[in-house]
């Protein structure tokens, strides 16, 4: 019988669950239902019992790593909790979130305990062929090729992608939790905060409902001859505020950056999706001004709906992949919409 | 020497992003359909690293660059003619399968074989640089299994940046979620860094810098030693291009202002 541990982690107030985690919680319970494997919760934090109550219904074993030392996200010590964990356990299958806190650390935890990683894992399911087998989907070569996967080799960790299930609600009764006790090696790094990018204003919102792509052409020259890049800043950076959305770019407007062409100041490489950047997950995207194949169209492959406004019909960003194309000027375009955001956001103020 | 170190890139070869890429099943693990046909680039995020590991070396009299490359001969000496011009490094070849279906762990294994007998490497100086992934296997897994293999657990992902501190210490910023860094303070080397795109441009061809790198590449290349990647119990049930097409309604000749009226009850929904 399979022993499946899910490992989580406190967010950044301490005192709950990251989203991602209670994501791979659900997907534990459902899988450890198919498999009739056992299931423990771990948890790594300074602080756990708070968090820990978001487990209620799970009828799962909790246990804890907790203490100073597992406030930060780092890897001698996020390593040294979770290798007690799993050899508390003796799992033989690991779910955990691919939180930057945990995809840091999970691959060299299963290297100590003699397992074996898959990583960016968008579905686990019973497989259909052999019972009481785990299968696991992912992607290569940068979201272009799709993959079912499965090892014989345990203890097999499975790092899954946040927004690929829906997080468990806690139901039930108070949590219990068994506290493991770590021995940490000595440290030598310390964390020492969190830097937003020098870009004025945030304009990464990972919960954001709409993803807003803007392409090369923003900073093109436009109908009457002229580069309108300052024009483009204050219309994409208005758009952002109105509307709430996350900015994501092409690759050739973020390399302008560093190639003293014009560019828009706010965009940074944690703003590139695509082939050598980020697969976003939003419900809804609007890419404006990009232009390219499919190789950079995967930059909102995990985009539910999607619509583009270009002035070519036949932009390989928009035909086959959005539901709807606008053909039109981006700039005419988005200054409009920001105008009517602006006055439906002052209305429901 | 103060401050100097000796900083070995891992970085392998993937097809050029702009191919189009077909897989196919094979007895083993699966391919790509005319993968040693297709042209080849160094991994664009290892070429960042190697670009900042250049630049970090340029910095710190006494410090050394080596690139470790997993791949075919053939296909490391095409990419190789490239890459020799853009930074100083010493090749260390490893003749092995090309590709993303191979398994992160054997491959971390086989590097840790090779950089532990690099000549004149001191492990205490190492700064193991890579990218924090691949754009084939794509896992983020090579660099923590190979920094774990040789002894070294101060590890960070996602880099962007390092700066390093008179006493040998560095700050290192990771990227972490809501596009934002998480920086940490380090003593010093050996650590691991896995790169994200850094902060430099991708430097100029420089015909002489080509040529010094060159008289290395090609020894290297002839004394590479095969490997072969063991699975791990790791199978494929199916391998498939995403075929998702969708039915892009094209809208010309509507105004700006219904355009805009019809995007914002869209994204009101």
Redesign the interface.
């Known amino acids: 019988m399979e022993k499946l541990l899910v490992l989580t982690h406190v967010d950044e107030s301490g005192g709950a669950l990251t989203k991602a985690s209670l994501e791979a919680v659900a997907a534990g319970m459902e899988i450890a239902g198919a498999l009739e494997a056992s299931v423990t919760i771990g948890i790594v934090g300074a602080q756990t019992e708070a968090a820990a109550q978001q487990l209620a219904g799970t009828a799962a074993r909790v246990l804890a790593v907790r203490g100073e030392a597992f406030a930060e ?4 010590s996020d ?1 040294a909790a979770c290798e007690a964990l799993v050899r508390a356990v003796g799992a033989t299958l690991v779910f955990a979130p691919a ?3 945990f ?6 935890v ?3 305990v003699g397992g ?5 894992i968008t579905a686990v399911a019973k ?1 259909e ?1 052999q019972s009481a087998t785990l ?1 696991a989907t992912r ?4 979201q ?10 345990r203890p097999w960790f499975l790092l899954l992608e946040a927004g690929t299930r829906a997080p468990w609600e806690s139901t039930g009764d108070a949590v219990a939790v068994e506290t493991v006790a770590v021995e940490l ?1 000595a440290l ?10 020098k870009q004025g204003e ?5 919960d954001a ?2 993803l807003f792509v803007a392409g090369a052409g923003w900073t093109k020259k436009q109908p009457d001859g002229q580069v309108h890049a300052a024009e483009a800043e204050t219309l994409i950076l208005n758009f952002l505020r109105v ?1 709430d ?1 996350s900015l994501g770019s092409s690759k050739s407007l973020v ?1 302008q950056s ?2 003293n062409q014009t560019v828009l100041k706010f965009l940074t ?4 999706i695509g ?2 950047g980020a697969t976003p997950r939003h419900p ?1 995207g ?1 890419a404006t001004c990009c232009h390219g ?3 950079h169209v995967v930059g909102w ?1 995990f985009i539910t ?3 583009a ?1 270009s002035l070519d ?1 036949n932009c390989g960003w ?12 981006a700039f ?2 988005i200054a ?2 920001n ?3 602006a006055e ?1 956001k002052q209305a429901n103020n | 020497m103060a401050n100097s170190f000796h900083i070995v890139v891992c970085a392998s070869i ?2 050029d ?5 077909e ?1 196919a099943a094979g007895t083993g693990a ?1 391919s ?1 359909k005319n993968e040693i046909v297709l042209p080849a680039v160094l991994d ?2 290892a070429a960042c690293a190697l670009y900042e590991a250049a630049n970090l070396a340029a910095k710190h009299a006494g410090s050394k660059v080596w690139l470790v490359s997993l791949g075919p001969k053939a296909k490391l000496q095409q990419v190789m003619m490239t890459v020799a011009q853009k930074v100083p490094f010493e090749l260390v070849a490893i003749d092995g399968p090309l590709g ?2 191979t ?3 054997s491959t ?1 294994a086989a590097l840790a074989e090779t950089i532990a007998a690099i000549p004149g490497l001191d492990r205490a100086r190492l700064l193991l640089f890579g990218g924090w992934e691949s ?8 660099m ?2 190979l ?3 040789l002894g070294i ?6 880099v ?1 940046q390092i700066t390093v501190h008179d006493d040998g210490g560095f ?1 290192v ?16 080397a050996p650590a691991v860094l896995g790169w ?2 850094g ?3 991708e430097p100029r061809n420089s015909p002489q810098i080509g040529m010094l790198n060159m008289r290395g590449i090609l020894p290297a290349l002839q004394k590479a030693k095969s490997v072969k990647l063991e699975a ?11 075929r998702q ?10 105004p ?2 219904e ?6 009850a ?3 929904e």
């Open positions: 996200a780092r890897y001698a390593a939180s930057a806190r995809a840091r650390v999970m691959p060299g299963a290297y100590r074996f990683t898959d990583t960016h497989g062929m299968e992607w290569f070569y940068r272009r090729v799709e993959a079912v996967v499965r090892r014989e080799t090696p030598r790094t310390r964390v020492t905060g969190v830097r937003a990018p945030q304009t990464i919102r990972p409902k709409v509307s959305a390399d560093g190639e490489h944690l703003n590139q082939q050598t809804k609007l194949e499919e190789p492959r709906e999607r619509r406004v019909p928009a035909r086959g992949k959005a539901d709807v194309l606008y053909v039109a000027d005419k375009v409009k919409v105008g009517l955001l439906r | 993937v097809p992003p702009l191919q189009t890429l897989p699966p790509l664009p995020w993303g279906f398994d992160a762990h971390a754009a084939s296997r794509g896992a983020g897994v090579t923590q299994v920094g774990e293999r657990t101060d590890q960070f992902q996602g962007d700050e910023l990771e990227r972490v979620e809501g596009g934002r860094h998480q920086v940490s303070e380090c003593a010093g994200a795109t902060n430099l441009a791990n119990g790791l199978s494929y049930v199916s391998v498939s291009l995403p097409q969708r039915e892009t309604r094209v809208v010309r000749d509507m700006e202002e355009i805009a009226s019809e995007i914002v869209w994204v009101a």
